[in-house]
């Protein structure tokens, strides 16, 4: 999207400080053949890109894993006029979580696991940065305003796999305060429960 809205003469800068998701962009960057785009492995935390360089800064679900957001505010650097896009979530609301006309009787691994998700991400990330944006913007001198949006997810969205991918994903520091039998149990009966036909869910905030 951001390489159709540059056009040609613009340029996009897609960084990552693992090479496994810049092996995966550099598939995608190839296959629909965005000539604007450049991938760059570097740290957020440690840039080595050059200060006030940029027209717009697009933040996709940086805050929320990794915290520290007053420190990756003040790395963004934008140049005078520059936009930001930071779209960290909430996650007061559910995850993905899938529900029906009786939301009590559908996939209750599902919401179970989003609990300590959640407290995963309270612990070791920002789980509320969507809730401090404009803290978080204003600290760094940028005027900004917020824009909430929930989305339904229909049957076979592969959102709805969220829950489970974000377990699967967290693994290691659920096993730190999640029986691991319970964590085992709460992913098998979830990946059951996204089986289910007619099955729906929401976003995050």
């Known amino acids: 999207m951001l390489s159709e809205w540059v056009g040609p003469d613009g340029e996009v800068v897609r960084t990552d400080i693992y090479d496994a998701m810049l ?11 965005l000539n604007n785009v450049t991938l760059i492995n570097d740290d957020l935390f440690a840039t080595k890109l050059e200060p006030s360089s940029f027209d717009l800064v697009h933040a996709r679900f940086v805050l929320t894993p990794l915290g520290r957001w007053a420190v990756a ?3 963004w650097k934008p140049t005078p006029g520059c936009s ?25 691994a599902c919401r179970k696991l989003i609990d ?28 900004g305003n917020v824009r909430a949006e929930v989305l339904a997810l229909p049957p076979g969205h592969p959102y709805l796999r969220l829950p489970l991918q974000m377990s699967t994903g967290l ?35």
Request: charged share 25%; aromatic share 6%.
């Open 84 to 108: 930001v896009s930071a779209a960290p979530s909430s996650w007061k609301t559910p995850i993905g979580a899938p529900g029906t006309s009786t939301p009590g009787e559908a996939a209750k």
């Open 116 to 143: 300590p998700i959640c407290e995963a991400f309270a612990r070791w990330g920002d789980a509320e940065a969507g809730r401090k944006r404009l803290q978080l913007l204003r600290s760094v001198n940028i005027e």
């Open 73 to 75: 505010t003040s790395r």
């Open 23 to 33: 092996t995966g962009a550099t598939q995608f960057v190839t296959e629909e053949s």
């Open 171 to 205: 693994e290691p520091l659920l096993r730190s305060f999640v029986d691991t039998e319970e964590l085992n149990r709460l992913n098998q009966e979830a990946e059951t429960e996204l089986q289910e036909p007619g099955l729906w869910g929401t976003t995050p905030t």
